[in-house]
């Protein structure tokens, strides 16, 4: 299995405190990478240095917003300083507001894209160019099922953000990897975890069969459903895979963005 092997490679993972960036980064240090995390919340941050610490891995733990591209700028030099190579990207922090388009301010848009967008893509700028300079790297980003097509829940913004980091992964992909650096996106559908979608179900009793309607392989997905697929985009078994958008979603762009939406919705009006 030597074409998995990451020993020797540093990665860095935005988001790894908790949910799908923890269970990227432990995928990735399981198959022999040293990482660096970087994360708003430092108890979270500091749970996964240590147990990616107790795999024998170097680990270099950054606290603070990655949307500051400051500190970006910081955590990478930082990198630099302490491993002295870059050699994978996952870029899995990141949120934006929903609701109804005609209740959306023009700073919820800004700070949504901000926040998805433009921070991913200057996290981008700033692997590619360490990546760029050794000739070879590569680079995960996680968008969703939204961007690709219109769910009908309200998430105009968040949707046309993911769209935008989609087609990011596309253009950044065309650009280098010619030059050895790879660029993909995992597309995930609804994973359970620490955001907020929990909470969404519980206060409305039809969204969870909504949801699971969509869904044909029957359950919603877990974080680490990642793991597999972050190891295989980071890894050399992956050199000829690039600027791809990889669903990770339980079968339900194949089912057409959710077929089957309406079903939870009839039954509400028909009891």
């Known amino acids: ?73 910081r955590a990478f030099a930082a990198i630099d300083d302490e491993f002295g190579r870059l050699d994978i990207l996952g870029n899995v922090a990141g949120a934006a507001r929903t609701g109804p388009a005609v209740d959306m301010t023009l700073e919820d848009l800004r700070w949504s894209f901000h926040n998805l967008v433009i921070s991913r893509y200057h996290a981008c700028q700033q692997a590619g160019r360490r990546m760029l300079a050794q000739g070879r790297g590569s680079i995960i980003n996680i968008g ?42 995992i597309v995930p559908a609804q994973v359970l975890g620490d955001n907020g979608l929990n909470a969404r179900m519980a206060a409305d009793p039809y969204l969870r069969d909504t949801f699971l309607h969509g869904i044909p392989r029957g359950r919603f997905g877990r974080p680490d459903d990642i793991r597999g697929l972050s190891v295989f985009l980071a890894s050399d078994a992956a050199d000829w895979v690039t600027g791809a958008c990889i669903p990770m979603d339980g079968g339900n762009m194949a089912k057409n963005g959710g077929g089957g939406l309406l079903a939870p919705v009839i039954a509400k009006y028909v009891r």
């Open 1 to 73: 299995m030597d074409m998995f092997d990451l020993t020797g490679r540093v990665a860095a993972v935005t988001g790894g405190a908790q949910g799908m960036g923890r269970a990227m980064a432990t995928a990735l240090a399981e198959a022999g990478a040293d990482i660096a995390l970087l994360d708003l919340n430092a108890e979270g941050n500091d749970a996964t240095a240590q147990s990616l610490r107790a795999l024998g891995r170097r680990v270099l733990t950054i606290t603070g917003d990655v949307t500051d591209v400051a500190l970006l700028d």
């Open 144 to 185: 969703s099922i939204a961007g690709d097509r219109s769910l009908q829940r309200d998430q105009s913004v968040y949707g046309m953000c993911m769209a935008a980091v989609m087609h990011m992964t596309r253009e950044l992909s065309t650009e280098w990897s010619g030059r050895g650096v790879r660029v993909n996106c």
